[in-house]
């Protein structure tokens, strides 16, 4: 019954789709690899993640030449902006070019704008293929330094993101079950379940919001107001990405908590500048609510 989920096709597309984002989280070298290539061999290349969605699509008969357009333009787009970001700013005080290709990406995926290019379940393709549109984009091609998006955790990394897990958790449950938000549920899951959990969130959500709102956002917004207002800001955007979560409607009390919660993952990235350790805590905070609050 599975069968045309798990078909050759589409697991060679979600292996070619995930090959790029854990090479660089896994293997940074990988991007100076990238980086001695020509400058027209490096624009070009992140055409290649339009394949997946050739893959995908000519095996479910959805192919659509203007979606086809769209996945292999919009990732050399990224990168040509990016490329003249680095030769305009070379500082790396931030463009309206940096910020253009995050409204972009970011819009994308929160408000589901290319997910009807793919058949029913096959929508997290379009997440994770902008994703690695960006981290090719602003590592390779940008070379944005300050992201330092290696997963190989480390022991500081857990101190750090438990630590602001600590902090917020008391705050967030409090306010969350007050508001009618989050709901206490009773039992202990197995330990199967928790930590196939823990591993999902972490590789899956916490990672990519955590690479996009604190290694890409959070990175550019603090060379323009500085460590606190980009905190505050990034915290406030993070929050209101996830407004049409869970409801039909504007909700509030999703973007209140996840604002908190913004201020805490930022906290945690931002005193090594790892987004492993801002991952720790988002990963905490999900797994925890989705086991037991939600």
Known sequence: MLSHLFNPANITAAVLTLIPFFAM????????RFATLPIKARTLCPALL???????TVSAGTFHWD?????????????VLLWQAKNLD???????RDF?????????????????????????FNKFLLLDA???GFLTIRQLNGVDINLRLRWHDLRIGLREFAFYAPVAIALGLSLG??????????????????LFTFLFIAVPEEIFFRGWLQNLLERRLGPNSALLLTA??????????????????????????????????????????SAVTHTAVDTIWSLWLR
Not at 25 to 32: A, I, N, Q, R
Not at 67 to 79: E, G, H, K, M, R
Not at 111 to 116: C, I, K, N
């Open 50 to 56: 339009s394949i997946p969605y050739v893959l995908v």
């Open 236 to 277: 406030l955007l993070f929050g209101l990405s996830h407004f049409n979560k869970r409801a039909a409607h504007f909700n509030w009390r999703y973007v209140l908590l996840a604002s908190l919660a913004g201020i805490f993952y930022g906290r945690a990235w931002r005193e090594q500048r790892r987004v492993a350790a």
């Open 90 to 96: 070379p500082d790396q005080h931030g463009t309206w």
């Open 134 to 136: 960006g981290l090719y």
């Open 181 to 198: 938000f989050l709901h206490l549920h009773a039992g202990l899951p197995t330990l199967l379940r928790a930590a196939t959990a823990a």
């Open 25 to 32: 989280v896994f293997c940074p070298s990988t991007v100076g």
């Open 67 to 79: 979606w086809f357009a769209l996945y292999t333009l919009l990732p050399i787009a990224v990168s």
């Open 100 to 124: 253009c290709v995050l409204a972009v990406l970011g819009l994308a995926v929160d408000l589901r704008w290319f997910e009807p290019a793919w058949p029913p379940s096959f929508g997290i």
